[in-house]
């Protein structure tokens, strides 16, 4: 399973690429992006089977990235890790095709019982 980890914090995006690896997902192959804009270059070129994105980034938000996949009929997995762990928030992400929404701080835990349904 390819996954495209897109945080504008190469320290975060290490670090959710670590808890991957403590989950029991290390056997994926696991690419990264700065922002939405870069992260939509990288779906262009190799479509991934998830996306595990934060919400607030420069240029192009994880939401803005979230509904443009869906405006261009790509119905990758998609799902959050990020502090916008509000009702309203989880919603808004739900509504537009998000499949789950992982709040930070995030433990290992957290990714082996929402993750493990999608990657197995």
């Not at 992260?39 to 089977?49: N, R, Y």
């Not at 799902?79 to 992400?93: D, Q, S, Y």
């Amino acid at each position: 399973m390819k996954i495209l980890v897109v945080d504008d914090s190469t320290a975060m995006r290490l670090m959710i690429i670590k808890t991957l690896r403590q989950a029991g997902f290390g056997g994926n192959d696991v690419v990264q992006a700065a922002d939405g804009l870069l992260a939509l270059e990288e779906v262009a070129k190799d479509q991934p089977d998830l996306i595990l994105a934060d919400w607030n980034m420069p240029n192009m938000t994880g939401i803005e990235l979230l509904k443009k996949l869906r405006e261009d009929g790509n119905e990758v997995t998609f799902g959050f890790i990020t502090t916008e762990a509000t009702p309203p928030m989880r919603a808004l992400a739900s509504d537009n095709g998000a499949k789950f929404l992982i709040s930070k701080p995030f433990t290992v835990e957290m990714f082996e019982k929402v993750l493990g349904a999608i990657i197995g």
